[in-house]
């Protein structure tokens, strides 16, 4: 190896992060209204992170929406507050619960709010004119979103066309739209989970407390821990036990399930993220368990 | 003694780096299988990922746990038994991080591989043992070298179906090497395998005593690419001018893009384009502070020393060496567009770089048959996955190299007006 090539040299998590934060910049020089999706969630935070890095000395120049279920977890939601407060940003709340008073959307019989959240975004999307929306969506996460593109087009209903995908090459990414019409964007669709938890623990970046061990009330239900509050309704023969667990996601609190963990540092999730053999959402997420092609289903009907 | 020790912790904490790959090929040829194999050997593939795999396939009655379901994930895919549009897949050892482009091989995907081999640092081609080179290989092998994959490893898989015969196996080996010694393939491996059996796959294999090279992921963790990037032309697309409204930051003007090519560093004397105007690097910053110097694929701001309008689609190089500055450009270009052909006289919008321009078709000159390389001159138009020899004029000046010396500066998309969707992949042939 020549000496010149061995200085150069640039870690995988320096190329992602690179890519990101490129991908980042093309959205803002090219279209007019890109807003970020922010859950408080970790990939969201580590999104956030590379906007703010992105952009530096300047301020992030985009908005953040939450799409908010209703059903949070209310460590999220204050860590949610606390980082947006801290960069100065502007912060849009989606209401589910607003949109099922005023009868954008019905509540399901069973309760969960996964697929109605799909028109509170996509109203919001058309309120505010937004043209393009950052997701934190990882290709390795789920089979339809590997073959999602980082510059995703949504046509005016929302809709991804996924045999009808704009090829994607080099990285020249195309963002045209018409009027109406909208590009979602992944920055992070080259990362899998334990690439960000890398970069959190490169960037010490801090997270909603929910995603180290703690003790917590939890009822089994198909081999997943479900916490017991008041989104989640017990079922009769399911009796709540205490256990040590965490959250490899985070999402609608009456759909996301914990893990058993004793990790507690960043350092001892990474070790327990390079160790497990189950997938994080086939690990903790009830809404993907629907059908083979569910994430697909969804996706088409405009979903993240 | 303090260096030995600086050395070896150096070499302990050797960061992973990121190789990307692109496969093509088809079920037949055991590409599934083979991706399957190494996402399970490097335990990248998920015990929930196998066990869906494994009921659907023998919901369907599949005599075999067909591994294609891992990367086919949509549901068109799933029923009619095809893959349809490129995949990706990760995984990773201690030393490196790789993304796989999995593409379908068949000539109707055309538009999928290109789209592939458009980032790869490297292709893995497959054959089948028994069959040789068909049609399909040579295709194959023409499109990396157009795209100017700098690694190309052939898999002659299945070699427990040929008793894994060192005969077949060189035999093949030759034909290939000879074939893309034609295409100036930059680096060629061949690796005997059986993705079923694992052989050769992770480690060396015993039923194959003759073969003395390493095994497929020995190959692609220990390929040295470090210096496939051009370190030597120094070319920074500007992607977005920083400029705070703030109190507390003052005076700040950067130049933020991500550098194409060459190395920059503070105190440079740089030339910007179109305008020609030189100046010096004054800083080179980024969020975590300022660098010594920039390199592929680095993200920074730049900033100048001096006041110069400097906006998107603008590039900064070296006053003696700097990018042809030209409205008529000579291209390779992959048609991608069912819908419309390209023709002599068509406009199109054109993103190079980060500068976009339109462009009209002067002239195609010929159309390259993908499979026997025969130019057809007498073509008028380019159908969905053909390839041509093109000549364009563009509305405002290309910054661009030709794409053999740089593929990040010499590559192109175009776009339909109309639809706005992406329906060509340019190569820049030679600019002005």
């Not at chain 1, 507690?264 to 809404?287: F, M, P, S």
């Not at chain 2, 990307?20 to 990248?44: N, Q």
């Not at chain 2, 002067?362 to 026997?372: E, I, S």
Request: include cysteine; proline fraction near 4%.
């Amino acid at each position: 190896m020549s000496q010149a090539a061995a200085a150069y040299r640039v870690s995988h998590l320096d190329a992602l992060e690179a890519e990101s934060i490129f991908v980042m910049r093309e959205v803002v020089a090219e279209l007019e209204r890109p807003v970020l999706l922010f859950s408080g969630g970790k990939d969201s935070i580590v999104m956030l992170r590379l906007a703010e890095k992105a952009f530096a000395p300047a301020r992030v120049p985009f908005p953040v929406m939450h799409v908010d279920t209703g059903h949070n977890f209310p460590e999220v939601l204050a860590f949610r507050d606390a980082r947006v407060a801290e960069l100065g940003l502007q912060l849009v709340v989606a209401s589910v619960p607003e949109a099922i008073e005023s009868g954008l959307v019905r509540e399901l019989t069973d309760g969960t709010r996964n697929r109605i959240q799909t028109p509170v975004l996509l109203a919001a999307i058309e309120k505010y004119r937004f043209d393009a929306l950052f997701g934190g969506a990882r290709r390795d996460e789920e089979k339809a979103r590997a073959k999602e593109r980082v510059f995703s087009f949504r046509d005016e209903f929302g809709q991804w066309d996924p045999k009808n995908q704009r090829p994607e090459l080099w990285a020249l990414y195309n963002g045209r739209h018409h009027p109406g019409e909208s590009i979602r964007v992944f920055p992070l669709s080259n990362w899998t989970e334990l690439d960000v938890w890398h970069y959190i623990a490169r960037e010490r970046l801090e997270l909603p407390s929910i995603y180290f061990a703690h003790d917590r009330e939890v009822v089994e239900r198909d081999g997943m821990l479900y916490a017991v509050n008041e989104f989640f309704r017990t079922r009769p023969g399911e009796t709540p036990f205490t256990a040590r667990v965490r959250y490899r996601t985070v999402g609608d609190a009456s759909q996301t399930a914990a893990v058993r963990s004793d990790a507690d540092t960043v350092a001892t999730v990474i070790e327990e993220v390079a160790a497990t053999r189950i997938t994080e959402r086939g690990a903790t997420r009830g809404d993907d368990r629907v059908s083979e092609a569910a994430m697909e289903d969804r996706k088409r009907e405009g979903y993240f | 003694m303090t260096a030995t020790l600086t050395e070896g912790r150096a070499a302990e904490s050797r960061p992973m780096d990121l190789l990307r790959f692109a496969t093509a090929g088809s079920v037949d040829d055991g590409k599934s299988t083979l991706i399957g194999r190494l996402l399970y050997d490097t335990k990248s593939l998920f015990t929930d990922q196998l066990e869906a795999v494994e009921a659907v396939s023998a919901a369907r009655g599949d005599e075999y746990t067909n591994l294609a379901l891992l990367t086919d994930g949509l549901r068109a895919e799933r029923e009619q038994g095809i893959t349809i549009d490129v995949a990706y897949r990760y995984f990773a050892t201690p030393r490196r991080k790789f993304i796989i482009a999995d593409t379908p091989g068949h000539i109707q995907y055309t538009r999928n591989m290109v789209t592939g081999a458009s980032t790869a640092d490297l292709a893995l081609i497959l054959v089948d043992a028994r069959k040789g080179l068909v049609e399909q290989s040579r295709r194959h092998a023409f499109l990396c070298s157009l795209l100017r994959v700098p690694h190309i490893v052939l898999c002659v898989n299945k070699m427990d179906l040929v008793d894994y015969s060192q005969e077949v196996f060189e035999r093949i080996a030759d034909e290939f090497t000879s074939f893309a010694a034609k295409l100036e393939a930059p680096d060629l491996a061949v690796v005997p395998v059986s993705a079923l059996l694992g052989d050769n796959i992770v480690s060396r294999s015993e039923k194959m005593p003759w073969y003395e090279g390493p095994s497929l992921l020995h190959h692609l963790e220990h390929l040295h690419i470090a210096s496939d990037r051009n370190l030597v032309d120094v070319r920074f697309p500007v992607q977005y001018v920083i400029r705070p409204q703030s109190t507390t930051v003052t005076d700040f003007r950067g130049y933020a893009g991500q550098v194409a090519s060459g190395v920059l560093k503070p105190g440079d004397e740089v030339m910007v384009l179109p305008s020609g105007f030189t100046t010096r690097i004054a800083a080179i910053e980024t969020a975590d502070g300022p660098v010594a110097e920039a390199f592929p694929p680095m993200s920074v701001t730049v900033r100048l020393a001096d006041e110069l309008d400097v906006s998107r689609g603008d590039m900064i190089c070296r006053p003696n060496n700097a990018p042809s500055t030209a409205q008529d450009i000579e291209a390779m270009i992959c048609w991608m567009d069912e819908t419309a052909p390209l023709r002599t006289g068509g406009k199109y919008a054109i993103k190079h770089t980060t500068r976009s321009a339109r462009a009209i078709v002067r002239g195609l000159q010929y159309r390259l048959d993908v499979n026997t390389l025969h130019r057809d001159e007498g073509a008028t138009e380019l159908g969905l996955n053909e390839i041509g020899r093109v000549r364009l004029r563009t509305t405002v000046p290309l910054l661009a190299d030709g794409y053999r010396r740089n593929r990040s500066t010499g590559g192109f998309i175009v776009i339909d007006e109309s639809t706005n969707r992406t329906v060509g992949a340019g190569m820049v042939l030679e600019a002005g």
